[in-house]
């Protein structure tokens, strides 16, 4: 007999099924007989449609005039309330990045001027802009006068959106 073979005749052979393997642990608790179980009945699934956009109603800041609720909504088909309702958003598209950036440029002018600044972005052709005022905080006349400002702005240079 070979000396390979010997060695292999030395191990005792088991049948697989004896081998002990350690059981993988699972994360979960032992599983509880169903008859045993005392929850909620599960929540049917919503397959009701998504909601359409939120109509979040604006949050004025205090002391400002009766005219400017009117005058807001006046902007609400293209500007939008932000979450909190304490400000308005629009993303204006320019032809190009050239024309977003001279629309910047004219709104920065009056912001130096009215002291009123925006929280803006700019991608390429697109600018977006928010308006808020943080003391009174809220919606006021300034945020809706800049609005404007910027929609005479954006349709002088021939706004895509
Ligand atoms: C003193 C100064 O006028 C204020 O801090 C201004 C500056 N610019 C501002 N900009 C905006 N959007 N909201 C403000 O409340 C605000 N406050």
């Known amino acids: 007999m070979s000396q390979s073979r010997r060695l292999l005749k030395s191990i005792p052979t088991r049948p697989i099924s004896s081998i002990h393997r350690p059981q993988p642990k699972s994360p979960l608790p032992p599983t509880t007989p169903s008859s045993t179980f005392h929850t909620t009945p599960p929540r049917p699934i919503?397959?009701?449609p998504p909601a359409p956009p939120s109509t979040t109603t604006l949050l004025f800041s205090?002391?400002?005039p009766p005219t400017l609720?009117?005058?807001a909504a006046l902007l609400l088909p293209t500007w939008h309330p932000?979450?909190?309702g304490k400000g308005l958003t629009?993303?204006?598209?320019?032809?190009?990045?050239s024309a977003a950036w001279t629309f910047m440029s004219l709104v920065a002018e009056e912001c130096k001027v009215q002291k009123h600044h925006p929280s803006w972005s700019n991608a390429y052709n697109r600018v977006t802009v928010e308006w808020t005022t943080h003391r009174p905080e809220g919606l006021s006349v300034k945020d809706?006068?800049?609005a404007e400002?910027?929609?005479r702005v954006a349709g002088g240079m021939g706004v895509k959106a």
């Open 82 to 84: 932000t979450p909190s």
């Open 46 to 48: 919503d397959t009701s």
């Open 144 to 146: 809706v006068e800049m």
């Open 69 to 71: 609720p009117p005058r």
């Open 62 to 64: 205090e002391n400002q």
């Open 149 to 151: 400002f910027c929609d």
């Open 90 to 97: 629009r993303t204006f598209t320019f032809r190009s990045f």
